[in-house]
């Protein structure tokens, strides 16, 4: 297999008037071609009087070595990427293996979902328990709740079929490297997806594609033997001997093997486990706000105004660090989206960003974090990160009125520290309602100082970004877990028989990274087993 590198198009052009030139670039024959396929597409934009695509292709071609011989420097020579999801155990997608006991897995987001698909393309029959509801009905109670203020604490953002990530942006850009990336491209194209996140440099999916996507999986799941438990919230395990023996919901399930893919909001269960010993560990993890710019100014910032192509809606990623140690840096942006009630308990305040997936709306938001480290929090307990993140949404809530409206303020009145008492330019998308405030007033001193610089450092990187008219949202605390569940080389907790899993254990961030966390969890039961 070869591979034509930095193939420079500067119109907007089907897949097939890509290939073609690429071949007359390079000079291959299309007789020669036996398969090709786009292996990334991406945007140069870092000269916006030079904006352009840049793709690769690859290609399956005989004569191989003749065209590698002319020292074309566009064309490499590869090898396909080794798939060790299946040549590390042997995938039989029909095979019927039993275990005395069914594997549990707590929670269906993206880690607990792609392990049980995982464990069902292998014979297994886990049984999947979530405390949420299926995430059609989902939809419904996050609706309700964003029209009218009625929280439903079990069936909500973070709580529910598809977990947090599912009314996001469905982004699957991550900083891992792992072979089961590819794997989970794959698998949600198979159950839905659009075939363009196989190649895209920022792949995503949308939170409008993602709920039936979801719903795709749930049925292939079952249809291979696996079963769901909706609004089933587990409150006791059994544990003997340092081994998990049972989990508790409305019923007991006997278990040798429990995959904990709980999310980063599953307080309660955070507080069991740690009473029964599960060994865990306070963790960093940021806070902070969302901001919202008009897109056209986002598009304009990172495109200017001289380019033809039809370009999706422009996206930003920044970071800043302070002199006092601090860091602050851009998370979830969500372009043409808006800024999404995510609380989970009364009397709160939690943001967060959602796009669809033709990311057509009015406004761009991305949450602006500041780190914060277990030296902050009130106590050395593990689950001091919990009380930290709930203190800042309690207050928010007060802030807003009490009434689930969220606290806004203008980034200038922000820098200026005084309230805001007008909206301008940018229109506020968080619903049920906002409150024009001085989120000054609750944010921690060290959070509000940093993000002031910040704001200002971020505006001479992205012309606008300090706009005194974009619109500050608070706040925002969940951008990952404040637990680590610890686990050894195997996965396995000090618990035997428990895997700590994606994002709420502490080892994600993002729907990728949870989902490839869930495979090698699952991985890790069927290699015990030698399956």
């Known amino acids: 297999m070869i591979r034509i590198n930095n193939i ?3 119109e907007d052009i089907t897949n097939l008037e890509v290939f073609e030139f690429a071949i007359n670039k390079v000079n291959i024959k299309k007789s020669d071609i036996i398969d090709w396929h786009i292996s990334k597409k991406s945007i140069d934009a870092r000269k916006k009087s030079d904006v352009h695509y840049i793709y690769s ?16 420097k566009l064309i490499t020579k590869i090898k396909e990427a080794e798939n060790l999801f299946k040549n590390e155990f042997h995938l039989k997608d029909n095979s019927t293996c039993h275990l005395s006991k069914p594997p549990v897995i707590i929670g269906a987001g993206p880690s607990g979902l792609f392990a049980a698909l995982t464990l069902v393309q292998n014979g297994l029959k886990p049984i999947i328990i979530e405390q949420g509801k299926p995430v059609e009905e989902r939809q419904k109670d996050v609706e309700v709740f964003r029209k009218t203020g009625f929280l439903n604490s079990l069936s909500n953002v973070q709580f529910g079929e598809g977990g947090a990530g599912t009314f996001s942006d469905g982004k699957l850009t991550t900083g891992i490297n792992s072979p089961y990336c590819k794997k989970v491209l794959e698998e949600f194209v198979k159950f839905g997806a659009p075939e363009e996140i196989l190649y895209l440099s920022k792949p995503h999916i949308g939170t409008d594609n993602l709920i039936n996507i979801i719903k795709n999986m749930r049925n292939y799941i079952i249809s291979k033997g696996g079963s769901f438990l909706f609004n089933e919230k587990v409150t006791d395990f059994e544990i003997i001997n340092s081994t998990i023996c049972a989990v508790y919901c ?4 006997e278990t040798d093997n ?3 893919a709980i999310g980063h909001s599953s307080r309660d269960t955070f507080k069991k486990l740690h009473s029964l010993g599960v060994a865990m560990e306070a963790k960093n993890f940021s806070v902070g706000v969302r901001i919202e710019h008009l897109q056209e100014m986002i598009n304009l910032s990172q495109y200017g105004n001289l380019t033809n192509l ?4 422009a996206s930003y990623k920044l970071a800043y660090h302070a002199s006092s140690g601090r860091s602050c840096y851009s998370f979830c942006m969500c372009p043409g989206g808006v800024v999404i009630a995510s609380s989970s308990e009364p009397n709160t305040i939690v943001t967060n960003g959602m796009s669809n997936f033709l990311r057509d709306g009015t406004n761009s938001n991305s949450a602006i974090l500041v780190n914060v480290t277990p030296d902050d929090f009130s106590n050395s307990s593990p689950l001091a990160g919990i009380y930290f993140q709930k203190d800042l949404e309690e207050k928010a809530f007060k802030l807003g009125g009490g009434n689930y409206f969220a606290p806004i303020q203008r ?4 820098l200026n520290n005084t309230k805001s008492t007008y909206i301008g330019d940018v229109r506020p998308t968080y619903i049920p309602g906002v409150t024009l405030s001085n989120l000054n007033e609750i944010l921690p001193n060290f959070v509000s100082t940093t993000l002031k610089e910040a704001i200002l ?11 005194p008219d974009s619109i500050l949202t608070g706040v925002e605390t969940r951008s990952s877990s404040p637990v680590r569940i610890i686990r050894n080389e195997n996965l396995v907790s000090n618990i035997n028989g428990i895997y700590p899993c994606g994002e709420g254990a502490g080892y994600a961030g993002g729907i990728m990274s949870a989902s490839v966390d869930g ?13």
């Open 8 to 10: 420079k198009i500067y």
């Open 57 to 72: 292709i690859d290609m399956i071609i005989k004569n191989e070595e003749y065209y590698l011989k002319r020292n074309n």
């Open 250 to 253: 409305s019923k007991k399930i």
């Open 258 to 260: 429990l995959i904990l």
């Open 310 to 313: 039809n370009l999706p809606p």
């Open 411 to 414: 980034v200038g009145d922000f």
């Open 457 to 467: 450092y971020f505006d001479t990187k992205l012309n606008g970004f300090a706009n």
């Open 519 to 531: 495979i090698k969890c699952a991985l890790s039961i069927l290699k015990k087993y030698k399956i």
